[in-house]
């Protein structure tokens, strides 16, 4: 028989999963662009989740840092896009 932690780990896998396919539907299908950058945003967000989950699933400390590494990029990214959206220049 499974263990409780065991059965709690494929469960936040499943709805992490899950959410990631709903932020791609709205990704894909956004009606306007800064519902694709929640969207985005929300994805870097759940896959950074995935990897915290399967570190705690593997007991491997790589994908901490990988978690870590997703969560630097997809802050960077989310900041650069609603600089964009909001002057239409990145650098200026």
């Known amino acids: 028989m499974a263990t409780l932690l065991e059965l709690s780990i494929v469960y936040a896998l499943l709805c992490v999963l899950a959410a990631?396919?709903?932020?791609a539907t709205r990704l894909l299908?956004?009606?306007s662009a800064h519902?694709?950058?929640?969207a985005l945003d929300t994805l870097w967000m759940c896959g950074?989740?995935?990897s915290?989950?399967?570190g705690i699933r593997f007991s491997s400390q790589v994908y901490f840092e990988v978690?870590?590494?997703?969560a630097l990029v997809g802050f960077v990214s989310t900041v650069a896009m609603a600089k964009f959206l909001m002057r239409g220049e990145i650098i200026e």
């Open 20 to 23: 990631m396919l709903l932020c």
């Open 29 to 31: 299908v956004g009606p």
């Open 35 to 38: 519902d694709r950058v929640l």
């Open 48 to 50: 950074m989740l995935l």
């Open 52 to 54: 915290l989950v399967l």
């Open 67 to 70: 978690a870590m590494l997703i």
